[in-house]
């Protein structure tokens, strides 16, 4: 596909089961390859001839995944071409209805094995309670609802993508107006962030009305697979074994009293450092000594060069790893118009290569993200030679622990873009950051337990609820006169129109990652040894066990979010 940045790439294995050249986004030529596969199931009548079906149907999958995620990256980084969305909704109407049903049946084949319980449990438990957990999910009728979801979802991202302003003479994308917000001028910030949030105001109705949408199929979803409403419905399709809603509320609860608190102790020593009688959204990503803004490269060229030199001198795997992904262009980074917004790390399945999606227009919060996404990848290459697919990709809740810790393992190598002075500011707004996104990710998961438990809610209640999270956990900032800016910020969120109930995730990885981060701080060797461990395993064990060879806990309790946060403080007293 001509709008990929990448070329062809060979698989990781060459098949043995799927002809090496085979139509993936064809379903009459998928179709008789998937119907062999569920024969040769049947027909496994060794514990080694089954070992190595599961083996073989990992192949499928992977082959038909990398197809999908080819057309879904090559929509997002031209969301405006007719094209690219032509190829994605194809792939979106023609395979992934026809293959769930095959999908489902696979799996069922699996649990009904006679050889089933003969597999050595040590080794397939986890693949056993996914399996088990796909079969007692599906519907037949939820199958033609999914396919709805994934379309509108689509809509979002593609109407999210074309937002421009006009902006000093010049038409602007949203993304490239952040770096207004970091300008000392203080009339320049807000005339931006104005001109921003005018824009986005300016879609609220259709921003909600696709949001409907897809809160009334998510609710048939639900209700098609027998739960109570859509909360209860995600926590198993997401496989959170580990945690229920109440942990989540409980985890809200403890943002709360043990975060929000120091938040407003930064905002207010923020408003106090500007001189101002209160501080405005304009003035959250300003430096509070009106320094000059951050600026750690001129072209996404330096941004790539710089971070290879931070990987060289924290690890030679990982800087290998990441000269891969820059040798075999799998790095999309710069900023255009008609991209969609946001980043991700997507691993090309049969390739078994990640690839990095970013909108980088030359700041900090850039450098943060290349950062993030590497940790994706160095997670995707660790657990390459996985022969199951299945377990080549671990629980989200364990993605973002290899993510977020790269952010904070690889900061003391961010005078690679800075002077040693502005090395200590850019680690500051990344510590700072972190308490910042407690109470946001607190926010975003509370407001979507709210959505989901309140399923026949109004847009004006939807708004209501919003803005009392906003009360409880946002922090000491004066929104006068912009009332209704503040009503749909959530419409920025793209988790909840794509990926809904993923963002606690974010909460609970990060107390992983500070916590990999503190046993850096007493072994950096062992630290970093035990991460790349736990990042070898894959998906192949349950979250703790991945929690715990990592180095760390799986609890997201106030006993541990307390003692990591005073850590994160002295680090932050220390910088000044």
Not at 109 to 124: C, D, I, K, T
Not at 281 to 300: C, E, G, I
Not at 455 to 483: N, S, V, Y
Request: charged fraction near 30%.
């Amino acid at each position: 596909m001509s709008l990929l940045p990448f070329g062809d790439l060979a698989p990781h294995t060459s098949r043995r089961f799927l002809p090496a050249s085979l139509d993936l986004g064809d379903w009459k030529a998928l179709e008789p390859w998937v119907a062999r596969l569920e024969v040769a199931g049947r027909e496994a009548s060794t514990i080694e001839a089954f070992e190595s079906w599961l083996v073989d149907a990992g192949e499928v999958m992977a082959a038909i995944d990398e197809e999908r995620a080819r057309r879904y990256i090559a929509m997002t980084c031209h969301t405006a071409d007719p094209e690219a969305e032509k190829a994605y909704l194809a792939f979106v109407e023609g395979v992934d209805p026809a293959l769930k049903p095959r999908a489902f049946a696979l799996s069922k084949l699996f649990l009904e094995h006679p050889l089933r319980h003969s597999l050595p449990r040590e080794r397939y438990a986890v693949l056993d309670r996914s399996r088990a957990l796909d079969v007692e999910l599906f519907r037949e009728e939820n199958v033609a609802l999914e396919t709805e979801e994934a379309k509108l979802a689509q809509q979002y991202q593609k109407l999210s993508g074309s937002l421009t302003v006009q902006f000093q003479g010049e038409e602007r994308t949203l993304v490239q107006m952040g770096r207004f917000q970091e300008e000392t001028d203080r009339t320049t910030r807000q005339a931006a962030w104005e001109a921003v949030t005018a824009r986005w105001v300016s879609e609220e109705a259709a921003f909600d009305a696709c949001f409907d949408g897809l809160r009334a199929l998510r609710s048939r979803i639900a209700t098609n697979a027998g739960f109570a409403d859509y909360r209860a419905y995600a926590f198993r399709a997401r496989g959170r074994f580990d945690y229920t809603p109440s942990d989540c509320e409980r985890f809200h609860d403890a943002i709360e009293s043990e975060v929000v608190p120091v938040l407003k102790g930064l905002h207010r020593e923020r408003r106090d450092a500007l001189k101002l009688p209160a501080l405005r959204p304009w003035d959250t990503a300003v430096d509070p000594q009106n320094r000059p803004p951050l600026r750690p490269f001129s072209d996404t060229t330096q941004l790539e060069e710089r971070s290879q030199r931070i990987f060289d001198r924290l690890d030679p795997q990982l800087a290998g790893d990441f000269r891969l992904m820059r040798e075999t262009r799998l790095l999309d980074l710069a900023n255009r118009k008609g991209k969609a917004p946001g980043g991700y790390q997507y691993t090309l399945s049969e390739a078994r290569l990640p690839f990095i999606f970013m909108n980088a227009v030359g700041q900090q919060r850039d450098v943060e993200t290349l950062l993030h996404e590497a940790g994706h990848a160095f997670h995707a290459l660790a657990s390459r030679n996985e022969p199951l697919q299945a377990y080549r990709d671990a629980p989200i809740e364990f993605c973002e622990v290899a993510s977020m810790a790269m952010e904070l393992l690889a900061s003391d190598g961010l005078d690679e873009f800075y002077t040693p002075e502005e090395a200590k500011r850019a680690r500051r707004t990344h510590l700072e950051g972190i308490v910042g996104v407690f109470p946001w990710i607190a926010t975003i998961d509370a407001f979507q337990h709210w959505i989901y438990t309140h399923p026949e809610h109004t847009p004006a209640e939807r708004r209501q609820a919003w803005l009392g999270l906003m009360d409880r956990f946002g922090g000491d900032i004066d929104w006068t006169g912009f009332e209704s800016a503040r009503a749909c910020r959530w419409q920025r969120q793209l988790h909840l129109f794509i990926h809904p109930f993923y963002y606690v995730e974010y909460g609970i990885a990060q107390l992983g990652a500070l916590q990999v981060w503190a046993n850096a701080k007493s072994d950096p060797v062992r630290a970093l040894a035990d991460y790349r461990a736990g990042l070898a395993l894959g998906g192949s064990k349950p979250l703790p066990e991945l929690f715990a060879r990592a180095g760390c806990r799986f609890d997201f309790s106030r006993e541990t979010l307390k003692p990591l946060l005073e850590l994160v403080q002295r680090e932050l007293e220390a910088l000044g």
